[in-house]
RNA sequence: GGAUAGUUGGCAGAGUGGUCGAAUGCGGUAGUCUUGAAAACUACUGUACCGCAAGGUACCGGGGGUUCGAAUCCCUCACUGUCCGCCA
């Protein structure tokens, strides 16, 4: 949720930023200022009509004390009159402060001025390609069917548990998939996140908290009879955990990394893409999150790039890094990288890491704020980032490291699996 | 699921109709004293909105009501604690 001051101030910026988008801000604008303007002119009228009833209140006390009934009875038809019309007023102004975050609801985030224009993922900006392609032999097969083979996965018997999307791992792969986990947790402690494993449901203020409502409803699964939602990421509980804070400045930044199942609903998505690991409607993932000074957010935000980079680097993956463009970027970020990496059996680069700087837009919403000495609290920054989700990992992993003997464990991992080749 | 007690400022905790944005203690900030520190003492110390400012308004879990006036009375919802039951 952006900030009124700013749209106060900065409208044709905004204006200007946005169309990077493809986003027609200038009507949505206009529509919140008037709202605005229109909000504070009743406040202060219903301000003024309180000030004047608090004060016959006063005197309607103090005539009492003093024994002055009729003078009392007197002035009191005057508060009450008062009264109704305070209350027609203060209706006005609860409509008004809800039509103006409805309005404020349906605006995305000013995306950063180094973000590219474009339409969709294919307007996305390569920044950087590293690792080298593998090139398989000619019987190479895809994760699915190699999952089969070694019995690491097995999507039919998640089926017949719950439905499509939901993979049984056995064996091995469940082996894998724990240490896939710790590797990913180890290196976030130590690259200074704290752990922490928060809850797999959270309530409507969480998910509006961090923009999950009301913009994706329909995306998150939804437990009606306590109306708690399961996360579609642990960004939601972990930035969460800063909803209502104001923090010191000398504590910034705060750096929290935690492991959670993802749960997504996934609706409308068919085809090809959604073939084994691909997309799924629970997965696991560890996600890193930082609440930082506004002046040092993108300093963060390429250090998140940089570990979630290295983190590939000792997976021996080939990756890129993608600088998304208008179109793709997502309704709450400011400026976001796309971490990719190469599945050499499908020919395919595959989304395994989205690193965002969400500047004031989830702060806002959350009223997470930081103080600097005695002066006034201001917005904090949020980023967030997957280090990493696993499923499509797992994939480009048994496939590209498919040999005849077996698929081969990078050496990083090895003392988290307990074994060299899955065979 | 049943019973019962709660929800007040960063924390603890008073306050049962007017002078209460709210005692007191702790914590925090600044100062005095000290070579320095501690202790002691003194002052300050919630947030948001409107306003150039002076100032005004709102907030004592949420919503509604009674009243000239509500932290305080009434209704309602939510949440939390404790005990019992069930259970990993």
């Avoid at 021996?316 to 190469?342: I, N, S, W």
Wanted: a negative charge.
């Amino acid at each position: 949720m952006l900030e009124l001051s700013r749209i106060r101030e900065q409208k044709q910026d905004i204006i200007e930023r946005m169309k990077v988008r493809n986003f027609d801000a200038e009507t949505h604008l206009n529509n919140v200022i008037k709202l605005d303007e229109e909000r504070r002119n009743t406040q202060t009228s219903l301000d003024n009509d309180l000030a004047e009833a608090n004060q016959i209140a006063k005197s309607v006390g103090q005539l009492f004390q003093e024994g002055k009934q009729e003078e009392a009875s007197a002035i009191k038809a005057k508060a009450s009159s008062l009264k109704i019309s305070s209350q027609e007023l203060k209706r006005k102004l609860i409509e008004l402060q809800d039509a103006v975050r409805n309005e404020l609801y349906l605006i995305p985030n000013v995306p950063n001025a180094i973000v590219p224009s474009g339409n969709s993922d294919e307007d996305n900006e390569i920044i950087l390609e590293e690792g080298a392609i593998p090139t398989l032999a000619d019987n190479a097969i895809p994760h699915w069917e190699l999952a089969k083979t070694y019995k690491l996965i097995d999507f039919e018997l998640g089926v017949k548990i719950t439905g499509a999307g939901f993979p049984v791992y056995t064996g091995k792969g469940a082996r894998l998939q724990r240490a896939l986990i710790n590797f990913f947790i180890d290196e976030a402690v130590e690259a200074g996140f704290d752990e922490v494993i928060p809850p797999l449901l959270v309530n409507q203020a969480s998910a509006y908290g961090t923009g999950q409502l009301p913009d994706k409803e329909g995306q998150m699964y939804h437990c009606e009879v306590d109306d708690l939602y399961l996360i579609p990421t642990a960004e939601v509980p972990i930035t969460n955990i800063f909803r209502d804070l104001i923090i010191n400045a000398s504590d910034l930044p705060l750096k929290k990394a935690g492991y959670t199942p993802c749960f997504r609903r996934e609706a409308g998505s068919y085809g090809s893409d959604v073939r084994g690991l691909n997309r799924l409607h629970q997965f696991d993932k560890v996600e890193i999150v930082q609440v930082a000074h506004p002046e040092k957010s993108y300093l963060m935000l390429n250090e998140m790039v940089e570990h979630v980079k290295n983190l590939l680097r000792k997976l021996e993956l080939p990756f890129r890094v993608a600088k998304l463009c208008g179109g793709d970027l997502g309704f709450t970020a400011a400026l976001t990288f796309d971490l990719e990496v190469y599945s050499a059996a499908q020919q395919k680069w595959l989304e395994v890491s989205s690193i965002s700087n969400f500047e004031s837009f989830q702060a806002n919403r959350l009223k997470l704020r930081f103080r600097e000495g005695n002066e006034k609290p201001q917005l904090a920054h949020t980023l967030n980032g997957s280090a990493l989700a696993l499923p499509r990992i797992v994939a480009a992993l048994l496939e590209n490291n498919q040999t005849p003997e077996g698929i081969v464990i990078p050496e990083a991992l090895r003392k988290y699996t307990g074994f060299d080749i899955i065979n």
